[in-house]
């Protein structure tokens, strides 16, 4: 961390220090509500849509947009001016920004192996944080980014907007209400057709572009083409495959309908069966996982062919009674028989989960945060978990026994070494 960033933590009274800090009702501009929430967004991929949404809110400012990558960063500032009328600063050091005293929440658009690293240090830093999905890279960041977020009483949601869809909501409650009777299995999937990105080989690195610090937290390794902005994806270095990609999101779906939090069984199959390229992750892929009290999921992960279980996107849920089908944004009922009852469709904005994620910030109290979002970070983790559950399970060919109690491996000490990583010296995530 730089010297700045130091100096900060060390002057407050401690660590901790920092959890008695209420909303900071900070504004920028002159003209601004009393109840603003200023935002900085890092990773202007994903991160260039948040921004806008953000912006959209009312009482919602985007003073920051981020990215290690010059042009990407202005082209962001460019774009959200032109739509918005209002021009945000330009940084490409996310750190600037957390020593800004009048920012109250960070948005990490970042790449996977960024998202708990840079949650830890912004919730540190006295920020709420928004983190997109899959909140960490990981296994063990996803238990750290928990302890920070209640260490520091801040407010940290992850990007899984479905958990504020209202129609997905309303076909969840059908199931906890026994709709279907009493729900026992689920089965996620997402289907693409993706390309190859052929043999990557080391580069230059581009003079825009400081790729120091897009590694970050991640151990040196040369910069090579077709991997930035969007195959870390398929590196096991950088990301968790179409599992952690989109898998999380629908997972998220499966794990809340049924009702459960942590494995006691995970298998895993597959490989990378369509191109000879670099990929590293499988880009055909399937998963199980046995939870306590009868209950299953399957994951299938397509990433090269569009016909999947069902549309390209969904989470169903088998009962003693009946199905229910999640897609993107609705839902449909079915009898026992697999004859349709009802079909009910429903916005799919993340409006709504911005919105969820500001008024949490705006009922912090004294003492702390007065509610949790929907997507609050220990939900976020045990969704994330499966994810990584599943890429242990492929990379090591072995069925995973765990904990119910915590998803932790039992009687595998190979596969727990895959529950956390090495860091670059100096990055390592601190609590």
Not at 38 to 56: C, D, H, K, P, Q
Not at 98 to 114: G, Q
Not at 398 to 406: H, Q, S, V, W
């Amino acid at each position: 961390m730089p010297t700045t960033r130091r100096q900060f933590i060390r002057t407050t009274a401690n660590g901790a220090a920092i959890t008695a800090l209420p909303f900071a009702r900070s504004v920028f501009a002159q003209d601004t509500p009393s109840d603003t929430v200023i935002v900085g967004v890092m990773g202007m991929g994903r991160g260039a849509s948040l921004a806008g949404g953000f912006e959209s809110q009312p009482n919602s400012l985007v003073k920051y947009v981020c990215d290690v990558d010059e042009n990407r960063a202005n082209q962001a500032a460019n774009n959200l001016e032109k739509a918005k009328g209002r021009r945000p600063q330009v940084i490409t050091d996310f750190q600037k920004m957390l020593d800004d005293p009048k920012l109250d929440a960070f948005v990490c658009a970042a790449p996977n192996h960024w998202h708990a690293p840079a949650t830890i240090l912004a919730c540190k830093a006295g920020k709420h944080v928004y983190v997109e999905k899959p909140c960490s890279h990981n296994a063990r960041e996803g238990e750290l980014q928990i302890e920070a977020a209640r260490k520091y009483k801040r407010i940290v949601q992850m990007g899984s907007q479905r958990r504020s869809f209202p129609k997905i909501i309303e076909g969840i409650e059908l199931l906890h209400a026994g709709e279907i009777g009493r729900v026992y299995y689920s089965r996620a999937w997402y289907a693409n057709s993706r390309g190859a990105i052929g043999k990557v080989e080391p580069a230059e690195v581009p003079a825009n572009f400081n790729y120091d610090l897009w590694q970050g937290p991640a151990p040196r390794a040369p910069y090579r083409t077709n991997v930035i902005p969007y195959n870390w994806h398929w590196f096991w270095h950088y990301g968790g495959g179409e599992l952690a990609n989109n898998g999380i999101h629908a997972l998220d779906l499966s794990r809340w309908g049924l009702g459960v939090d942590f494995p006691t069984r995970v298998t895993a199959g597959g490989g990378r069966y369509h191109w000879d390229d670099a990929q590293e992750t499988p880009d055909t892929m399937t998963c199980t996982f046995d939870f306590p009290d009868k209950k299953s999921i399957l994951w299938e992960g397509l990433s090269c062919n569009r016909l999947g279980i069902a549309e390209g996107f969904g989470a169903s849920f088998h009962g003693e009674k009946g199905s229910l089908m999640l897609g993107s944004s609705g839902y449909s009922l079915y009898d026992g028989t697999g004859r349709k009852k009802k079909d009910v469709p429903g916005p799919g904005a993340d409006g709504p989960h911005f919105e969820d994620f500001l008024s949490c910030i705006r009922a912090v109290g004294t003492d702390g945060p007065t509610k949790l979002p929907n997507a609050d970070i220990e939900r976020g983790h045990r969704s994330t978990l499966l994810c990584h559950l599943g890429n242990i399970a492929y990379r090591t060919g072995r069925t995973l026994n765990c904990d119910p109690k915590n998803g932790h491996i039992k009687d595998d000490k190979e596969a727990m070494g895959l529950w956390s990583r090495e860091y670059e010296k100096g990055w390592e995530p601190k609590v």
